[in-house]
């Protein structure tokens, strides 16, 4: 099962700023009764950005200006609470291919990580003046560098942080672990009978 | 130099190395449930992949489950077409599923450890951010997401990295009408939403020692709503004393040998952690949320914030956020805010211990007139075993409605709802926007049975108060 290379995620960025965005404002759970993952890109952050009527409300998501996205940029703890895969299927299905954040809560971190998507950790100072710069100009175009580290804009760049093991992962298409998770059953049958438990 | 229980377990879990660096580490058991394991399944049979292991993955039904209906097919094609999906995928591949019809089917973080399935020094994934409820017993126990349920499924393995690990003590006396909830609520308030990430919890000292093990469940339950992925308690007599005669605990010699290796599992005395935190029992109050994140909370003699009191600008944003959302006056005391809802129930706080604790409390009182107040037992065992002692009843009595076992109003994916900008008193774990299910619902995270004294005076209470609590909490 080859799997593309994610050395880079180049494209226009959307901030939306704030601390603890959960995965229930991701993506509401009324929204999971599915047994597919399909068309939840078009819920992502739905109650965000509909009022109860179902009018649409201010929202960066909303706004003419960033439509067609595909680097998310937002604060801390992003995608805390719930282990909802539903949440980085529906940023996926949105058009979204990477995030920068100040962190990223594990679970949510985790979940990327095996869709591909990359999630780097900036200082809010840099993911400030990113944000300013989109502002400004929404037809920037951002890259997302995983391999260097390094996000960069325009004339600017900034460090990033990504895990080693989701870096490596990312660059040599190895970030679905199931092919070699699948070569290794001999080991963990192993591990099985070594407790006794096989 | 000693080990702590979680390297102990992660030593011995590790299957293999990965080329990325990772560990592939043995799942020892799989909790699965409707909502997170279709599309994995759907993922396996699209691979043409066989269930590695199907003995050791145990299936429930909770999330979508109606709590007043009681004969199938249920009045919501998606939820009917879910519960389905998931007798389909138990039957092709070959799982235990504790059905409707089972008499055991409840809350999976409350089904495995009723069962015996949860034991010490395992480790335990589940499609669900609250499996670290299962630390209580010291199992290693974590939510994945459901590409990783298709890989436990797939190989009984998944990619992991290891965690550093965190002790919390809790020495001294918890005063008289604080409950486990009202520890963590502490312990979350103190170290924030994200303060756990990158850590295991381990849970000790004092308290943790008296706790029954469905205190330690409580407490390891809300883990996450601290960040960090995974939480526990040491394994000891409380626990095996629990799990002994349970269904799939071990019999005879077998659980003799079980109990020596539980034992053995504990973390050692010497061992070092890679962080220590001490708390004093004593400090902590019957605490209630008064925000979006569970560590907006207070105690119930505490107000609601002013933005002047934020240390910082991202702060004050969130303070400002919270304020706006839930409609709440700055520096108004958090007592007193009326309330149109109270919700017993939940992974949090849905076991027998929560049900008696208010039942021994909420006799002779009423609820008051516009709430609406609803049980839901965490199980049908849960449920059975209030009925037998007439919990049911005395909740009936005061008002409550008695529902069927499920996790209900704590994430509303069943018809147990908030309408509009409704207030829940809620024994649950989280306050985010939109959680129980109307997109502007408000939630004040707290104990039962301080979700019963906001019940019975229509307002956040002081359960010390309204109900005269004065014997030391059940601990």
Known sequence: MALDLIHQVRGRAVPVPGSDIDTDRIIPARFMKCVTFD????????????????????????EERYQGASIFVSGVNFGCGSSREHAPQALYR????????????????????????????????????????????????????????????????????????????????????????????????ACLERMGLA | MGKSLYEKVWESHAAAQLSNGQTQLLIDTHLIHEVTSPQAFGMMRDLGLKVRHPERTFATVDHIVPTDEFEEPFADPLADAMIKELRRNADDFGITYFDLKSGKQGIVHVVGPEQGITQPGTTIACGDSHTATHGAFGAVAFGIGTTQVRDVLATQSMAMSKLRVRRINVNGELPPGVYAKDVILHIIAQLGAKGGIGYAYEFGGDVFDRFT?????????????????????????????????????????????????????????????????????????????????????????????????????????????????????PGAPIKGTPIDVAFVGSCTNGRLSDFREVAKYIQGHRVAENVKAIAVPGSQIVAALCE?????????????????????????????????????????????????????????LMSPLMVAAAAVRGCVSDAREVFAVEDAAAV
């Open chain 2, 213 to 329: 093990m469905e205190e330690r469940m409580t407490v390891c339950n809300m883990t996450i709503e601290g960040g960090a992925r995974c939480g526990y308690v040491n394994p000891d007599e409380t626990t095996f004393a629990y799990l002994e005669g349970k269904p799939y605990s071990p019999k005879g010699e077998d659980w003799d040998k079980a109990v020596a290796a539980w034992r053995a599992i504990a973390s050692d005395a010497d061992c070092t952690y890679d962080d220590i935190v001490n708390i004093n029992a004593g400090d902590i109050a019957p605490s209630v949320t008064w925000g979006v994140s569970p560590d907006q909370g207070v105690s119930i003699e505490g107000h609601v914030p002013r933005l002047e009191d934020a240390a910082t600008p991202a702060e004050k944003a969130s303070i400002q956020e919270a304020l706006d959302y839930m409609k709440l006056e």
């Open chain 1, 39 to 62: 068309g939840l890109g078009d819920y992502l952050f739905y109650d965000m950005r509909h009022e109860e009527d179902g009018t649409p409300k201010q929202h960066p998501l909303n």
């Open chain 2, 388 to 444: 037998k002692e007439g919990i049911d009843q005395i909740f009936l009595d005061a008002g409550f409605e008695w529902r069927r076992a499920g996790c209900s109003m704590c994430l509303a994916m069943n018809p147990d709802k908030l309408i509009g900008d409704q207030l829940c008193a809620s024994s649950s774990n989280r306050n985010f926007k939109g959680r129980q299910g109307s997109p502007i619902g408000r939630t004040i």
């Open chain 1, 94 to 189: 949105a058009g979204f291919r990477a995030v920068i954040a100040e962190s990223f809560a594990e679970i949510f971190f985790g979940n990327c990580a095996t869709l591909g998507i990359p999630c780097v950790t900036a200082t809010s100072e840099d993911i400030a003046e990113l944000s300013r710069v989109l502002e400004e100009n929404p037809q920037t175009e951002v890259t997302v560098d995983v391999e260097k580290a390094r996000v960069f804009y325009n004339d600017a760049n900034f460090t990033v942080h990504i895990p080693d093991t989701a870096r490596d992962a990312l660059i040599n298409g190895r970030w679905d672990p199931i092919g070699e998770l699948l070569e290794n059953t001999d080991k963990v049958d």
